[in-house]
């Protein structure tokens, strides 16, 4: 059971980017997902949740308008698009899931860094 | 939510036990059950360490516990190792989300 965050990088001020995450070893299409950053030196944050088959998608207020999750249960994949991008989002981005029928992370990627720069 | 509150450190020397606490309000960590905690080795995958307040998933070691009291949730680590040198979360989902500000762990 794994998943595997990419699409990280610099991006400038305002630019946008797409994170993708590949998701083995689970039937993906049964499990919510979760997108959850660490900016350098701070805390761990929830960015955003998609439902199972993902119907209901849900977002921090630190986000929300500016990033779109989303998922493709054929190819195992979830994805965040990040827009508007600014400084403050500078972070690495974790992809997680949930077990059925609880709120808990109980898998987790390695992130990837997503650098906002001019 | 707001970001619950954890100690920026905490320190032990080898074989002690150490508690994290983990504050919050009546509308997270008071209210519900789902309080969970994380252990994360900078560069790597965080891990689930604590559900549900005080349940362990399968394969974390029994050195783990965790506790609430009221608005307070609580890790403990018995017989502290090297390898527990990391930092710690805990986090409360009451619709969203809300992490610790986190608490680094040193093993003396």
């Known amino acids: 059971v794994q998943v595997l965050e990419s699409g990280g990088g610099l991006v400038q001020p305002g630019g946008s980017l797409r994170l993708s995450c590949a998701a083995s070893g689970f039937t993906f299409s049964r499990y919510g997902m979760r997108w959850v950053r660490q900016a350098p030196g701070k805390g761990l944050e929830w960015v955003s949740s998609?439902?199972?088959?993902?119907?209901?998608?849900y977002y921090a207020q630190s986000v929300k308008g500016r990033f779109t999750i989303s998922r493709d249960n054929s190819k195992n994949t979830l994805y965040l698009e990040l827009n508007s991008l600014r400084a403050e989002d500078t972070a690495t981005y974790y992809c997680s899931k949930s077990p059925l029928s609880n709120w808990y992370f109980d898998v987790w990627g390695r992130g990837t860094l997503v650098t906002v720069s001019s | 939510q707001s970001a619950l509150t954890q100690p920026a450190s905490v320190s032990g020397s080898p074989g002690q036990s150490i508690t994290i606490s983990c504050t919050g309000t009546?509308?997270?960590?008071?209210?519900?059950?789902?309080v969970s905690w994380y252990q994360h080795h900078p560069g790597k995958a965080p891990k689930v360490l604590i559900y549900d307040v005080s349940d362990r998933p399968s394969g974390v070691s029994n050195r783990f516990s965790g506790s609430k009291s009221g608005n307070t949730a609580s890790l403990t680590i018995s017989g502290l190792q090297a390898e527990d040198e990391a930092d710690y979360y805990c986090c409360s989902y009451t619709n969203t989300w809300a992490f610790g500000t986190g608490t680094k762990v040193t093993v003396l």
């Open positions: 009546n509308s997270d960590v008071g209210d519900f059950k789902y």
């Open positions: 998609i439902t199972d088959r993902g119907d209901d998608t």
